[in-house]
């Protein structure tokens, strides 16, 4: 509570003719993170879709499987 | 890896959440104090809350490719790929860091100096070379394409640039023509206690975001390469696609 207290009676940045650079300069470095993200994201999707036709996949391979074996079973 | 071999489970994916809580709480609290507490700089004014970014990411970024070349002696030593991963995902992420470091340092200079970049200043164009040097990477990672000769090459070059960054840095020190101020030195510096405190957090800051980025990025290689191997036991070595030429460890 404090801190929001010390936030709220702070005095105001100065936000001159040097404003414009340090919001730059920070801008900057919160840009590089987003991307970062972002193509993190895109990666983790990947994966993700990687996982999903790997589970198909196998789900198609185990159905292919049951009926032989169920053949064998009845031949027996 | 051939089919079968039993892995043991990624560990970087532990502690993650807390790492990057951790993180947006010290970067958060770093911001405040910049902007708040940290008093405006008698000669430069405002222009120097640049200070609280560009030099936290200079120092990561320099660190993270020292470390990449501590890891790449690991995968020297012992021949485990996995040394190589952390290597590369180590100097990937310094190179990032390092870009970010070189645009804000360029927009310090424009607001301070009236130009983006000054070719006589040393710890300027000393920098610029560590990057341009670590830049050099990704391409000579492309060029190998057997991925064994490539982890090697990569490992070599990682260690031998990865000594050059200190040597480059005593070089620097030892120049004669200073334009950038030295507030930073072992003998204390000539920060006042609250501009340095805010430094320190922002520098604990910025190495935590590295860290969990670096973790973030293992994570998630090491999912691919799990999902890939399951492929691999689960439908035969048929089912896995190869990598093609790619500059990232396989």
Known sequence: MSALLTLATAPALPLHSAGKYVAGAYIVFVALILIYVAIMARRLTRTERDLAELRREVEATQSHEEPDRDLTGAAR | ?250
């Open chain 2, 1 to 250: 890896m051939a089919s079968g071999t039993v892995v043991p489970p990624s560990t970087h994916g532990r502690g993650l959440k807390g790492l990057s809580l951790a993180t947006i709480a010290t970067i958060s609290l770093a911001l405040v104090l910049v902007f708040y507490y940290a008093p405006l700089d008698a000669d430069q004014g405002f222009i120097q809350k640049i200070f609280y970014i560009h030099v936290p990411l200079a120092i990561v970024s320099l660190c993270g490719f020292i470390f990449g070349g501590v890891l790449a002696i690991g995968h020297l030593r012992t021949g485990d790929r996995r040394w190589d991963m952390r290597s590369y995902v180590a100097i990937h992420m310094a190179l990032i860091f390092g870009v970010g470091a070189l645009i804000t340092g360029s927009i310090w200079a424009k607001a301070s100096w009236g130009h983006w970049w000054v070719w006589n200043e040393p710890t300027l164009v000393s920098f610029l070379i560590v990057v341009l040097l670590f830049a050099t990477y990704q391409p000579l990672r492309f060029a190998i394409e057997d991925p064994m000769l490539q982890a090697r090459y990569a490992s070599v070059f990682a260690v031998v640039a990865g000594a050059f960054v200190p040597l480059n840095f005593i070089a620097v020190r030892l120049a004669q023509q200073y334009v950038h101020p030295r507030v930073l030195t072992l003998a204390g510096g000539n920060l006042p206690g609250s501009m340095r405190l805010t430094f320190l957090i922002s520098l604990v800051g910025i190495t935590l975001l590295y860290v969990t980025l670096w973790r973030y990025e293992m994570t998630a290689k090491n999912a691919r390469m799990q999902v890939r191997r399951l492929r691999r036991t689960l439908l035969g070595d048929d089912a896995v696609p190869g990598y093609g030429r790619s500059a990232a460890p396989s």
